[in-house]
């Protein structure tokens, strides 16, 4: 007799640099699984006990100021490094240290469920690379957590968001944390979250603040902060943390602490704290606005700005963004919460879940992937050729041309780099492939490279010499990833499906076929324009950029539609009117 299958359920996990969460799939929401204290943010803190017995969570937190060289915070930031890091007479990588957090995670979300939890999905910041997502995967199989899905960060922001609405957008995730700034730039249309662009800042987040006012308060005070013992600097950095957060519901505060049988006190108001702390804004604005360049959109094209982290609850840094950016700033779900959400929603995606199943959340190649090629000026130092860019969506397969540089040359020695430098050895060298070509003169000879990444760290490099067909493969694998042979060819073939270059691809085909037909079709100035559009539109395939390509196929749609009379040039291109509300907060301008 033939059983019915179990469905395990799978649990979405944001480990975070300051507070982690665990959530589910249930019942058709997502629900946040509270911890043993009936709270749903479990503090990203380990410490170690007199007994040397593992401290996680909250209590570790409270341990912060009372056993500074026994517990540690903000280790996230380490992932995939091989930096250890001291916890009393013991030393921990990061992804030891995140295991616990998982662990915990893991145990809380059994005791609310009833039941045993095998598998997760985890964010990860965008911008990490396959150190940092692999690392992130060890510390789930040290926590005994299949983490099989990787989920970014800003990509489940937007998942959580867009929940509430079925409306393409454009969102700046800017997700402000204890020790780290992520920006980056998701397009939300059909059912598909699109990451196409990331900046950020690894050492600016909400600790910086605290320590900005410690320093000031010392200053005040006429106490010279690195002469100050551990445990005092803990509780200063402890009341400025608590200085900064009552700055949110009020314009000005007093801060005391009692040092050696004495009293210290300050006041501080909003003014003072933008004043001390304001080379920090100008950070926060350099990832904004590359990640804006990168996405080759301007602060108007935002639609809305989503908030995460703890920092970004902080009133100052809402005003800044909001003077910055003059846009809608999104806060409904809360900033701690969302990201936690959105992975719950991914455990969904994961699961099959029939509310969520169609959704699709695409990846990107956070660094520029490339090989080299010669500088004529100083052929010991080679350049370097991007393949792949930087923000690319991935799964992706570009191509580059190479020829050879002198006459009977035989060999052309391709070297595979990890990057966005201009020389090559200011980049990573992942390898290299020799091929060897026909000897002609120079330029004759060409090599087709091409690069296929994907989402799991794979890098498949193809050299083909145009004139003989001869191939070469090479395969460059993180050395962390565990995945067996079986495995890696089971992928390759998947990887296979990728190398079809757009222009191949039946929606650009339709809408070259099309062009083609108005423009045989019209005369005069029409034509003159489709004919310009059609060769526009070619040059943008051959960028291989699927975000550009995607966009404008979109614009020629609308193009054609509106000279076939289906649209109305102002359906079409509606006029973009300037955002007349003005600014109803304190001008920022006279703030700082």
């Known amino acids: 007799m033939c059983q019915g299958l179990i469905k395990i359920a799978i649990v979405g996990i944001d480990l975070g640099t300051t507070n982690s969460l665990v959530s589910i799939w249930k019942n058709g929401k ?40 026994s517990t540690v915070a903000s280790f996230k930031r380490f992932m995939g490094s091989d930096k250890h890091l001291k916890i009393g007479n013991k030393s921990f990588t990061a992804q030891e240290l995140s295991s616990f957090i998982l662990r915990q995670l893991k145990e809380d979300a059994e005791r ?32 005994t957590l299949v983490v099989e899905r990787i989920v970014n960060e800003p990509s489940a922001a937007a998942l959580a968001y867009k929940q509430d609405s079925d ?22 249309f059909d059912n598909v979250i699109e990451i196409i662009a990331v900046s950020g800042d690894n050492h600016l987040g909400g600790d910086d603040f605290n320590m900005c006012i410690a320093h000031y308060f010392c200053k ?58 304001g080379s920090f804004f100008k950070r926060i604005e350099t990832p904004i606005f590359k990640a804006l360049h990168d996405a080759e959109l301007t602060p108007t094209e935002i639609d809305e700005v989503v ?78 050729s991007p393949i792949i860019e930087r923000n690319s969506t991935l799964p992706t397969s570009c191509i580059g041309i190479y020829e050879t540089v002198y006459d009977h040359q035989d060999e052309i020695v391709l070297g595979i780099y990890q990057g966005e430098c201009m020389y090559c050895r200011e980049n990573i060298l992942l390898g290299e492939i020799r091929m060897q070509v026909p000897k002609k003169l120079k330029g004759e000879e060409q090599i087709e490279l091409r690069f296929t990444y994907d989402i799991n760290g794979i890098l498949e490099v193809e050299a083909t ?75 943008v395939l051959e960028s291989q950029d699927e975000r550009k390509i995607r966009r404008y196929r979109n614009f020629l749609k609308k193009y054609f ?29 006279n703030l700082r």
């Open 465 to 539: 010499v145009i004139s003989t067909k001869e191939k070469k493969l090479a395969l460059i694998t993180n050395k962390n990833i565990k995945m067996n042979e079986e495995e890696i060819k089971e992928r390759l073939k998947d990887l296979q499906k990728l190398k079809i270059m757009p222009v191949d691809q039946d929606e650009n085909q339709y809408i070259l076929a099309k062009a083609e037909r108005l423009y045989k079709e019209y005369f005069g100035e029409v034509r003159h324009i489709i004919g310009m559009y059609i060769s526009q539109f070619n040059q």
């Open 307 to 384: 908030l995460v982290g703890g920092s970004s609850r902080m009133t100052i840094v809402r005003k800044y963004l909001k003077h910055l950016l003059k846009c809608e700033i999104k806060s409904s779900i809360s900033s701690d919460e969302i990201v936690a959400v959105g992975a719950g929603i991914s455990a969904g995606i994961k699961s099959r879940n029939e509310e969520v199943k169609d959704m699709l959340l695409t990846d990107i190649c956070p660094f520029t992937l490339g090989t080299n090629t010669v500088n004529y000026s100083n052929p010991s130092n080679p350049l370097f």
């Open 167 to 188: 409306e393409d957008k454009i969102f700046l995730v800017f997700d402000f944390g204890g020790g780290t700034l992520d920006v980056s730039i998701v397009e939300i």
């Open 30 to 69: 997502c629900q946040l699984i509270p911890n043993s204290f009936g709270e749903f943010l479990t503090p990203s803190v380990i410490g170690i006990d007199e007994n040397e017995q593992i401290i996680v969570g909250k209590v570790a937190k409270e341990r912060l100021i009372s056993h500074p060289n």
């Open 561 to 589: 539609d509106v000279i076939e009379g289906k649209l109305m040039p102002f359906e079409a291109f509606p006029k973009q009117f300037e955002d007349t509300e003005k600014y109803d907060d304190e001008n920022w301008e």
């Open 220 to 277: 005040q005070n006429n106490l010279n902060y690195e002469e100050l013992s551990d445990d005092v600097k803990a509780i200063i950095i402890r009341q400025s943390e608590m200085c900064k957060i009552a700055l949110n519901d009020s314009e000005k505060t007093a801060m005391a602490v009692f040092i050696h049988d004495q009293t210290y006190t300050m006041t501080l108001d909003i003014k003072t704290l933008v004043k001390i702390s």
């Open 112 to 143: 609310f469920l009833g039941e045993t939890v095998t598998e997760a999905v985890v964010s990860v910041p965008a911008y990490f690379d396959d150190n940092g997502r692999n690392a992130t995967k060890l510390a789930g199989e040290l926590a």
